[in-house]
């Protein structure tokens, strides 16, 4: 892993955003949201191999990933290609994003994870902190905790490191119905969320399209197959 610089920039005192893929693609998702919504430019990165081959021509080759660090006026994004499938390597990236997190100054680091659940309405985004003193900034803003559990990858071990550098990390937590599904609804409402906390603007309004577009073509494919079946059951009392 080798971190790269191509546009130095100078912080005096910044906030970031660090996502990686993780269940429902929820972290990465709502990371490149961000750098759209916010015109977000990139100015370093983290090359690593990647930990898979591509192949061409029936010729195999290891594959690379870029994690891109992204700067708006109002945030630092990162962006994560890929996670790591050793634990060694999940150390040592979160190593080079925290120590270059610190170069620039940046004095709280933000996550994201998927939380499978079955829910019935919208779905709730929850939240853990790395400092006892950010949970009555979460609760002042009715954003609900995290009381026990485990958040797993590179989304949650990264606000531990954190932690260790005396930097204060927020990791929220967005339910999702399905971990393999891309799910806008929660993306837009873990966004809806960080924007209270950051104080800036982020319209979420293409989600909301998206995530009724979504909802529209699932319903669309139960009543159809609700359907199929009914008639299935039909034909076999006629017989």
Known sequence: MELRVFKPQTFE?????????????????????????LDAKPFAEIYSKGN????????????????????????????????????EDVYKMTDLVMS????????????????????????????????????????????PLLREGFVTGLNGVLVGVAKER????????????SVSVPQPRTVKAVLDVLARILE????TSTL?????????TVRREVERHRSQRAKKQTQRYIS
Not at 30 to 36: G, I, N, P, Q
């Open 100 to 143: 270059f997190a610190q170069k620039c100054n940046v004095r709280r680091v933000y996550t994201i994870a998927a939380f499978p659940a079955t829910f019935d309405a919208l779905p709730s985004v929850f939240a853990i902190a790395n400092n006892p003193r950010l949970l009555s900034e979460l609760e002042r803003l009715s954003v």
């Open 13 to 37: 005192s910044s906030q970031m955003v660090a996502a990686w893929p993780g269940m429902a693609l929820l972290a990465r998702m709502s990371a490149d949201y961000l750098v759209r919504e």
């Open 166 to 177: 005396d930097i204060d990390g927020i990791c929220l937590l967005g339910q999702v119905h």
């Open 52 to 87: 898979s081959v591509t192949v061409k021509d029936g010729v195999a080759e290891v594959s690379s990933a870029k994690n891109l660090f992204y700067c708006s006026s109002k945030l630092i994004i990162f962006s994560g290609e890929e996670q790591p499938t050793i634990t």
């Open 200 to 203: 800036v603007h982020i319209d």
């Open 208 to 216: 909301e399209r998206e995530a009724e577009l979504m909802e529209k």
